[in-house]
Structures are given as C-alpha cells and as structure tokens.
C-alpha cells in the first residue's frame, strides 16, 4: 500500500501557481520524499525529492512541514503542459528500493 | 539517446501466446525496475535487479511472469501463455544504484493487448 494520501483531483489556471499536497504521516526518519508526474501516454517523469529541508530546481518547488507528515509541491508558473497526474511517494525501505505509487492527483491547467 | 528506451512501444497478441518486452537501461545505471500500469491503475512494481541479479521478484504476479538481465544492461520481461488481464502498459526503469536513494527514471512503456 501507498504511504501517501493525496486528492484525487485538483484544477489550476495557466500562469497561476499549483499547488499540490501530499499526507505522509507515518514517514519514517531517513525516508525521503519523492514526487514524479506522469503525462497522459507517457512514462513518469521525476520532479524533486527532499528529506527535511525545502527542495527547489528548475521545474518545481518542495515544502515539507517541520514534522515531514505532510509536503507540498509547488509549480510556480503552471503551463497547459503541466497537466498530468502528479504523484507523490516516500521510498519504502527494503533491499530493493522499489517506487510504491498511490493514485496521485489530476492536475487540470485551464487556460 | 540518454534516456531509458523500451521496445515494441506497442505490442498486440492473441491470448496464448508468448511475448517478449525489451528494456534499454540509462548507460551506467545498475539497478532495473519493471512495473505496470493498467488502465486506470497507479503502478505496480514487478521486479528489480541489481546489475545481473534480481534480489527482489515480489511484484511478479504468477509463474507466467519471468525477467532476466544480462551484462547489467538490456533486460527482457518474457509473459508466457499471455492472459486477457495482463493487457496494460509495462514500465522500466532505471536508476544510477539501487542500493541507495537514487532517482529512478522511466522509459516510455510498451502498451501490450492481449486480445
């Protein structure tokens, strides 16, 4: 099962900021926080990680509460091209470090 | 190219039959990751491998479902006496080591029919 809760769906105008939430309550301390977006018929593209501290590159930001149950990712600028599923993950611990993905959110930019 | 490349793209089969998925790693990249996605569906993992070696098989859903990897680079999803369920888009990955918290990156997926 997924470690995450996210909403199933979320709206956004173009040039406006989106920002998307994500619950991760029973997170464990040297777990790190993932979000990838997956682009209708594409593969999943990786965004951003972090562990405690506030993560930024050249597609997004990362905010991660002082407790780390819960973050938010934050594209500044959305485009029409930023609609995809975003999906948000901790990394399950284990010899394989497999990706345990959850629903994700619908992203919807509206022009 | 520097990304993750998987062939066919696409892949229809007759129910029965034997299919063979091709997955093209990032040069360099030691650790290989198939999943799947029905539609609708989030992601499945399936298995991973760790240069040659495959530590973890969990996600495999039956005993039709084998992969193998060799000289650490291409690996091959094989289904074997293909089902209507396994219809879905099958996913690999690869990332830098597994062993530690590295990146993974996706190829484009191979959107298999099983009719």
């Known amino acids: 099962d997924a470690k995450t809760t996210q909403p199933p769906s979320m709206d956004c105008a173009e040039g406006r900021a989106a920002n998307l939430p994500c619950n991760h309550s029973t997170i464990s301390g040297n777990e790190y926080v993932y979000w990838y977006r997956q682009i209708h018929s594409q593969g999943p593209q990786y965004i951003i990680h972090?562990?405690?501290n506030n993560e930024t590159n050249e597609m997004a930001s990362l905010i991660i509460t002082e407790d780390r149950k819960s973050s938010t990712l934050i594209l500044p600028h959305a485009t029409l091209r930023d609609t995809a599923v975003y999906y948000c993950?901790?990394?399950?611990?284990?010899?394989?470090?497999?990706?345990?993905f959850g629903k994700g959110t619908k992203l919807t930019v509206n022009p | 190219g520097a990304g993750v490349s998987q062939s066919p793209s696409n892949k229809v089969t007759e129910k029965g039959k034997d299919v063979e998925l091709r997955c093209d790693p990032i040069s360099g990249h030691t650790a290989l990751y198939w999943y799947r996605q029905s539609l609708g569906q989030g992601l499945e993992f399936l298995i991973y491998f760790q240069g040659n070696s495959a530590p973890d098989k969990s996600g495999l859903p039956s005993d039709r479902f084998s992969a193998e990897r060799t000289g650490g680079s291409v690996s091959t999803l094989t289904i074997q006496r293909t089902q209507q369920e396994d219809s879905a888009v099958y996913l690999c990955?690869?990332?830098?080591?597994?062993?530690?918290?590295?990146?993974?990156?996706f190829g484009p997926g191979t959107r298999l029919l099983v009719l």
């Open positions: 993950l901790v990394r399950v611990q284990g010899g394989s470090e497999k990706l345990v």
């Open positions: 990955a690869s990332s830098f080591d597994g062993s530690g918290v590295e990146t993974q990156y």
């Open positions: 972090g562990l405690k």
